[in-house]
């Protein structure tokens, strides 16, 4: 079992920046990528972004490339999401996701192993 716990959403203006944080315990934390996923009111959840177990490897969503930028401390089993020019149409509730061993190309949330609760992001205009 893995138990994800995501902080650091809030209320920022559009332009600003947020660091979202995904804190894992349980199981080895190296052994398992992590996505970020987010879900906005009425619309179906969407991946943002992934970093391979190994660290290597990070994938995003057209949608954030650019702007988003995920990474990992193994040794503090805690991935983080710093998003930076963020936009209206970021508003969502963002979540983390664990896969074993899995690669930073699986963008399908149906894949991952174990999710957190999710932490509200919201921008305003």
């Known amino acids: 079992q893995v138990q994800l716990v995501e902080s650091g959403g809030g209320l920022v203006q559009a332009g600003g920046s947020l660091r979202l944080s995904c804190a894992a315990s349980?199981?080895?934390?190296?052994?398992?990528?992590i996505g970020w996923f987010r879900q906005a009111p009425g619309k179906e959840r969407e991946f943002v972004s992934a970093?391979?177990?190994?660290?290597?490897?990070?994938n995003h969503a057209e949608s954030v490339r650019g702007r988003f930028t995920i990474s990992r401390v193994n040794a503090k089993n805690t991935a983080y999401l710093q998003m930076n020019s963020l936009k209206p149409e970021d508003t969502a509730v963002y979540y983390c996701?664990?896969?074993?061993?899995?690669?930073?190309?699986?963008?399908?949330?149906?894949?991952?192993?174990?999710w957190g609760q999710g932490t509200q992001v919201t921008v305003s205009s």
């Open positions: 996701a664990a896969k074993l061993y899995g690669e930073a190309t699986t963008t399908n949330g149906r894949l991952y192993d174990y």
């Open positions: 349980g199981r080895t934390f190296s052994s398992f990528t």
């Open positions: 970093i391979k177990w190994s660290g290597g490897d990070t």
